[in-house]
């Protein structure tokens, strides 16, 4: 039998493995920046990272054709511009890597239709839609795979995606069980602060790209100062005048706002309330989260657009990460397929 490097590399106490994927739908908005990129960016060292951009998972629902290959190109110099490493990261397009679809299909096989129609996001996404796609009722077990080719230990996302991680690994202890031992089991990593970014507009509803059109909902990583600084300003608070953390549904817009503050300076939230008794106001706690949001954001914005000055280089990047990828997922894809009992084509 064909054992993948990655698999005997996982017998041993080598480095964890991370895997995590972003879809190239829609501008890169703050909840991702700070639920999902940052983190990776942070904790890259001394881990084997990949990270996806997950265009087999845009299509879930229409992209312009033009623009899902304009936003991948753009995502991908984000990626690299916030501080992923080429040399500590893998990061590739999915769809360059056959062995992603591929394993979605066999891992279909093993999935019961019922599991897949419990999923929130499915739930959330197909509400009040005309015409669903098989592909959005199917997305978490691509996903699955996504994750299970690269025996992956760790899968670092905001909240939404726990319940997908959480299906990920029941797939995998399906198919180990059905036909042995194959895949590692992994771990969804949260992080407490960051991990749900709320809507400036509507506190109540998760900072989404799909609503980047309503004004005043998201902050875009790529935004003018100016326009952040807009965006904060028409912040929904509330009625009040304390500046704490809180879980009241009623000050969640102040909450929010501490959040983004916190996960951006890296305070701990007794300090975060520290920095803000000398506030006039919800005025001024908007404005002075507009402008740390505004100075991390800064330097990554300037090095995205000396990145897509030179898109020959960024292409050359992502061709070098597909072939890593490939080189890891292809002996793992032709491992499940001789478990399952497919005849390989001699080579
Ligand atoms: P997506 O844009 O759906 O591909 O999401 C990419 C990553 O960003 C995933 O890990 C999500 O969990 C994370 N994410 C998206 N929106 C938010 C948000 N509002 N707050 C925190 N994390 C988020
Ligand atoms: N579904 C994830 C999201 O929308 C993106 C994603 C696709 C992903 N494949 C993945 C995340 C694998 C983690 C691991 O956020």
Redesign the pocket.
Known sequence: MQTSELTREAAAPGKRRV?????PSGEVQLGNYLG?IKGWVERQEDKTNFF?L?DL?AITVYQEPEELRRQTRSLAAILFAAGLDPDKSTVFI?SHVPAHAEACWILNCVTPMGWLERMTQFKDKSANQERVSAGLLD??V??AG??LLYD?HE????E??RQ??EL?RDIAERFNRVYGETFVVPEAVIAEAGARVMGLNDPTAKMSKSFSHIRGHAVGVLDEPKEIERSFKRAVTDSGNEITFSDDPERAGVNNLLGIYKVITGRSSSQVEGDFVDARGYGDLKARVAEVVIEELAPIQKRYHEIMDDVGELDRLLARGAEHAASVSTPKMDEVKEKVGFTLPRS
């Open positions: 895997f995590s994927g972003i879809q999902a996806c997950v998972h999915q997305y978490p691509l996903m996504d994750i992956t899968v670092p996302v905001g939404d995606q997908h991680v990920a």
